[in-house]
């Protein structure tokens, strides 16, 4: 009988195993381990303020964990956490914005996403701590940017929208009115204190809810390798050894490695979720809240929805027109420097954001065009 390609929901054999299984669920488990090692590589990344490489993993994971249709309790709370990273990541980045309102900072955005992840932080005091901290870096980093008229706004902002307590409202008050980077206030509750707060966070989190299954076991294939040395340049992958191999031909490699049993059933096939690392509560405060919000920054100008996952943040360089010259000429005159967002918004530009409008408008000043 002619046997055809694995259709999406047929059973298949399994290469080292002689059960069955359905690939639907093997590819499930899978991506969740995949996810698992997105997300504990975000937190490394995170910790150590390597923005290039937590750019790359977030866009890895944020495709993978938003194709999936029905998140797991504990995959939706890692997406949420993800949520707040690439914000305190880009929170001293004021072009960068997450919501459709380019006056709502990363920051300010942050404290919607913190709010949901109350029940996933054990320690009260240390989740008002982080609130407090995020309430006076809102303002913060806008004075520390030299734009104290954005520092006023935000205040407003938190004083309608948020929790702000009263006392803490009043020193920021005194702080905007004085325009004082170096009030007590914020040194004493600096940026450094919100990033090493969040990682009290994160440990106290993934001591709870490990991710690192896969991270384990690629530890155990290299340290069998390195035990191996002679094996090194053998493939996994390859269906029959090397002449000189000692391992059999129906012995796989990574099995033999790690010693684990022959013929037994990697995964059964009456459960639904196969493999299940951790009982999670369910999120209590909005569980999916954070769902509709994207995990990477928005692009100032949002295109139509069938071209928004096209657009990739690291595009090739387009070369400027005579026209957007002119516009950008022209916002300058109509708004001052730094205001590239309205400049922006008021101008059509071809897929620019307000940084290119920024390093645009450098180049036209050495160049003496304006």
Not at 244 to 258: R, W
Request: with cysteine; net charge positive; aromatic share 8%.
């Amino acid at each position: 009988m002619d046997v055809g390609a694995p259709q999406e929901n047929q059973e298949v054999i399994s290469s080292t195993t002689a059960a069955t299984v359905n690939i639907c669920e093997v590819e499930s488990v899978a991506k969740s381990w995949m996810i698992d090692f997105n997300f504990l590589s975000l937190c490394r990344f995170y910790r150590e303020q390597n923005n290039e490489k937590f750019s790359t993993t977030l866009k890895a994971f944020e495709a993978m964990i938003d194709d999936e249709n029905q998140l797991q309790d504990h995959q939706q709370m890692k997406r949420t956490i993800c949520c707040l990273l690439s914000r305190i990541m880009d929170g001293k980045n004021l072009d960068a914005h997450y919501d459709l309102n380019n006056k709502v900072t990363p920051l300010m955005s942050a404290l919607s996403v913190w709010d949901c992840l109350k029940d996933t932080v054990y320690d009260d005091a240390l989740y008002d701590k982080i609130k407090n901290l995020l309430f006076i870096q809102c303002v913060g980093v806008c004075l520390e940017k030299g734009n104290a008229q954005l520092a006023a706004h935000t205040l407003q902002w938190l004083e309608k929208e948020s929790d702000l307590p009263e006392k803490l409202q009043r020193k920021l008050s005194t702080v905007v009115s004085k325009k004082d980077v170096y009030d007590q206030l914020l040194t004493r509750f600096s940026f450094n204190h919100l990033l090493k707060s969040i990682n009290s966070f994160l440990d106290a989190f993934l001591q709870k809810h490990p991710s690192d299954f896969l991270l384990k076991a690629a530890s155990k294939v290299v340290q069998a390798r390195q035990e191996r040395p002679e094996q090194a340049d053998v493939d996994p992958n390859s269906e029959e050894p090397e002449p000189d191999s000692p391992v059999k031909p129906e012995t796989n490699t990574v099995s033999s490695e790690l010693n684990l049993r022959p013929k037994k059933k990697l995964f059964s096939t009456k459960t639904v979720h196969p493999w299940k690392p951790e009982s999670a509560k369910k999120l209590q405060c909005r569980p999916h809240g954070t769902a509709k919000l994207k995990v990477s920054r928005r692009s100032c100008k949002v295109p139509p929805p069938s071209q928004q996952d096209t657009i990739s943040k690291h595009r090739t360089k387009k070369k400027w027109i005579f026209e957007e010259d002119q516009y950008l000429k022209a916002g300058v005159k109509k708004y001052g420097e730094g205001k590239w967002s309205k400049i922006l918004e008021e101008f059509e530009f071809r897929d620019r954001t307000s940084v290119m409008l920024k390093d645009r408008w450098r180049t036209l000043k050495k160049q003496g065009k304006v």
